[in-house]
């Protein structure tokens, strides 16, 4: 096998094929790498490596086309089939060479993200995980081109059905989905899942994504195995025909094929019994495809069956979420995923619902409630604004369905109700999300309407009224509180009186210090000493803010006394000491304390629990400032001010908190090159190297028809 692998090799580089095959791809390699990571800025290879496979269609037969069928045209085959050299030998001698050729372009690619740290942070999982794929896709389409090069002795041939077969391989996944999406008969739907096998990118594409998938690189190691078996069996047919046997050996040869292709068959279709958790291994940085230990926890702890429907055809669905699915399955015996095929079952949804979701929606239900994921609500989106549109920056199906596990196997679900009538800030989408990612009921509540609170409300959340309450309102959220109600006060800054409103705080003996606050110390502010970044404190809604920051403009401060009462306060946002409150901030000039100012330190946001009757406790989350709960300050602190607020709301609810399990961010910050550099690495990866390349074969070519 050595000498003929040795043999090969030399072939390859004594004449041009070789020098071409690394020449064309390492050109268009350095103009995607160009285009993608010293431009762009992506740090990682993967988009480069994508985008190139397609070479492979072209580049792969050429290479391929000589090995056996000019070997068979010249007749020399003959010398090698009656050598003793095994047929095994022979075969693996002659790919082993051509993986050397394409060993060459990989190594190159392999080289280029230690480079790209000089741009900033690389990607190296996603990117070496992503060469793998590359170079296990490279060799499926060599072992291919070689079967086919030993079945004829033309190179044409061998080079058109080589490149009609790896032509087939590329487009099959969206073949495939095409006659699942037309299909509704199990015959189209089987035949579907048949050809799917022969799809020879789509395993590529999720190694590319970071996932190492070892089905994936099974997958390609049996192909390839496959592949070189069937060489072997057709050199090994026209070796017994020389020596007068071939009618014994035509017998062997298919059955032999027929074995190998049912046991190649039998392990990838074993590999689909084998838990995600042991045959994958997650290699992006945020851990897109992996659970966090939080859902592993809440997993473990399920007790209730729940069926995950997805609304979407199985090959269609995000690798993403689709692998989150398959992972919480492997976890728990209670999670049952079924992908429901839009076409085949369009009016499915309506067992759950009147509008029609979108698809790749999720239906989570179980044995008491049913609950609708809008595919919208599984990832998060930002405006782009170089490009005006929307980009996915973060992951949220984990979080998203673990919520609705827990929504749908929970005994009651509590109810906040949003008072109205006062001129009160609505609150914004993001906050309203974060309740329903909670399991929380949220309504609107006008206090004009009703005797008194509802029975079921949880708690109320009076969010910065700009006109005072009146005598009959105030007293109705007083009486609900002395009876151990709960609420979240969100006070505002305006210009008229708000006697009753303020009466609401003073039952929990808290007075709001009036005007707004301005931090003298430069540790507890954002640019404006109006822009406080408050301490926070320790409590059990900050405990996922640890060495974080929350945002809090034009904040108001809050005072109490803690020293001749039952209620008991607990801190949760304080300034510093040197802060003071200013009532006139739109005419004043200076940040310096002057004469009328209210000395701090202040709370910004406060818990406080008070007696009621019965033995019940009321608990009260009083916060100074509104623009803490906006979406322009929870964007300046990546969304700790939305997890402040749901934990308050969390608490007071009185159930375990589903945003445990946090958005996984898809961003990846870019790389930035000197103009410089741009301009070097475009020469030398586009022009300087591959043209060396294809020089040097060149005149090692020539010198070579001159001897």
Known sequence: ????????????????????????????????????????????????????????????????????????????????????????????????????????????????????????????????????????????????????????????????????????????????????????????????????????????????????????????????????????????????RVVGGGIRLGAYSATGIILAIALTIAVNLGLNYVPEQYSSFDLTESKRFALMEETKTFLAGMTEDVTIYVLDEEDSVDTGLQKTLELMADRSGHVKVTYVSPTKNPNFYQNYTAENPTSGSLIVESAKRSKVVDSGELY????????????????????????????????????????????????EDGFIKALEKENISYEQLMLYTVDEIPEDAQGLILNAPTSDFSKEDADKVIAYLEKGGNALIVSTLTEGEMTNFHNILAFYDVTDAGGTIIETDRNYYYQSPYYLAPMIEEADVTSSLKNQLVLAPFARGLLYDDTETENRYTPILTTSEGAFSRSEVSESTTFEKEEGDVDGPFAVALKVEKPAADGEISTVYAVGGESLFTSAADNWVSGNNIKLFAGMISTMADHESSTIVPVKSLTMSSLVFKAQTILITSLLCVIVIPLAVLVTGLVIWLRRRRK
């Open 380 to 427: 998060v989106y930002e405006m782009n604004y170089s490009t005006y549109s929307y980009d996915v920056t973060g992951y949220d199906g984990e979080g998203q369905i673990v919520s609705a596990i827990s929504y749908v196997t929970t005994e009651d679900v509590p109810v906040f109700y949003a008072v109205g009538g006062h001129g009160e800030l609505a609150l």
């Open 1 to 240: 096998m050595t000498a003929i692998y040795e043999r090969e090799l030399k072939s390859y580089f004594y004449s041009f094929t070789g020098w071409l095959f690394i020449a064309v791809n390492l050109c268009f390699m350095g103009l995607y790498f160009q285009v993608y990571n010293i431009i762009s800025g992506y740090p990682t290879i993967s988009y480069v490596l994508q985008s190139v496979a397609f070479i492979f269609l072209l580049t792969a037969p050429i290479l391929t086309m000589r090995t056996f069928s000019e070997e068979r045209k010249n007749k020399t085959d003959q010398l090698l089939i009656t050598a003793p050299v095994s047929v095994g030998g022979i075969v693996m001698g002659k790919f082993l060479a051509l993986e050397t050729v394409l060993l060459v372009p990989t190594a190159f690619m392999g080289i280029l993200p230690l480079f790209l740290t000089r741009g900033g942070e690389v990607q190296f999982g996603i990117s070496y995980a992503a060469l793998l794929g590359f170079y296990l896709y490279g060799s499926l389409a060599l072992s291919v081109g070689l079967f086919l090069s030993s079945l004829t002795e033309s190179v044409v041939i061998a080079a058109v059905l080589s490149f009609g077969a790896l032509f087939l391989g590329y487009i099959m996944a969206g073949i495939s989905s095409l006659l699942t999406n037309l299909g509704t008969t199990a015959f189209t739907t089987v035949l579907a899942r048949i050809l799917s096998c022969f799809d020879m990118v789509g395993r590529f594409d999720t190694l590319a994504t970071g996932y190492l998938e070892v089905e994936a690189v099974v997958y390609y190691l049996t192909a390839v195995a496959l592949a070189l078996f069937c060489t072997i069996q057709s050199i090994q047919k026209r070796r017994y």
